[in-house]
């Protein structure tokens, strides 16, 4: 039986299509419920305090290149939204003396215009946000190696290689996107074989990185956060970390400031992940099926799902 259609982009897979029952249920939860969601693979983190998130997920890179030897490379996968952690990494590095020559670091995605990554000068460059942030503010006897800096390119094949060299991946950090991806793992379209149900979790779980097309909410989501609005100006495309990537991730970190997604979308990956539910059309439900997930929360941010006219 065919599921329902998408209230949001109708050629397209997304959380609308979900049972009501789901729905509903997710937009009921307090906070306190959503604390209680937490089990052994899962666990919810509030944190009080602005300063006190952003030190928290920049101290996930300090811990995981600290454990970084010759003989056992260490890295992390990190995100591009939210940077406001970035510099804080960049100053603790500094100020711990901590040497990155065996930390390695992998970007989790990139824009992908007219065939090709957006070049590193681009405005909306990942990569260059990544390094004007936190490694070029890393003095130079600190800094990590080039060759240990692995952002994806068009044809990810180099990339991927680098998952499978050896270098263990401590954490792969992300946030939430209104679609609920992670990285750019957005839903599918609705057409051939996934006219009438979208991918199984199994099938989904396959994907390895690889380029993309970004769904319509995605798109205006990126206008919103960072092209002040302007569609036009933000890719249709881009190159992904995909899940091949993710489950080689000793841990999966998902921080959530309330800047990318709403108190629903919140509570309702939370309520998924908790009760292992997992859907493609919320990819970050597929995260039901990791053995270490972490989902980190700005108190304040988390609100309700009552009715407020503004």
């Known amino acids: 039986m065919s599921r329902k259609q998408s209230i949001l982009a109708p050629d397209w897979w997304d959380f609308t299509t979900l049972d009501d029952e789901i729905l509903n249920d997710a937009a009921r939860l307090t906070a306190e419920a959503m604390l209680g969601l937490s089990r052994a693979g899962f666990k919810v983190e509030f944190y009080d305090t602005l300063e006190d998130f952003y030190l928290a997920e920049a101290l996930e890179y300090i ?143 396959q994907l390895t990185t690889r380029q993309v097309e970004l769904h319509p909410v995605t798109i205006m989501q990126n206008a919103r956060t960072s092209g002040g609005g302007v569609v036009t100006g933000v890719p249709t495309k881009a190159v992904t970390v995909g899940p091949v990537q993710t489950w080689k991730a000793e841990k999966v970190s998902i921080w959530q400031a309330g800047t990318h997604d709403n108190p629903f979308g919140m509570r309702l990956t939370t309520l998924m992940i908790g009760k292992k539910i997992p ?31 503004h």
């Not at 901590?98 to 460059?125: C, Q, R, T, Y």
């Not at 190696?145 to 680098?162: C, L, Q, R, T, V």
């Not at 493609?280 to 980190?296: D, G, I, K, R, T």
């Open 63 to 205: 811990n995981a290149w600290r454990r970084a030897t010759p003989d056992n490379p260490v890295g992390i996968c990190g995100p591009i939204g939210p940077t406001e952690q970035l510099p804080l990494v960049a100053r603790l590095v500094n100020e711990l003396d901590l040497s990155l020559k065996n930390a390695h670091f992998w970007g989790m995605d990139e824009w992908v215009i007219n065939g090709k990554v957006a070049p590193v000068d681009h405005e909306l460059s990942f990569e260059k946000t990544d390094r004007e942030m936190c490694f070029d503010k890393i003095r130079s006897e600190l800094q990590m190696p080039d060759a240990n800096m692995h952002f994806p390119s068009e044809e990810p094949s180099g990339y991927i290689k680098s998952w499978e060299a050896g270098v263990r991946c401590a954490v792969m950090q992300g946030g939430q996107g209104d679609i609920k991806h992670w990285a750019f793992n957005d839903p599918f379209r609705r057409e051939g074989k996934y006219k009438d149900n979208p991918p199984t979790a199994e099938e989904y779980r």
């Open 279 to 309: 859907d493609s059309s919320v990819p970050m439900s597929l995260l039901a099926e990791h053995p270490n997930v972490q989902f980190n929360f700005y108190r304040p941010a988390i609100g309700t799902c009552d009715v407020e006219m």
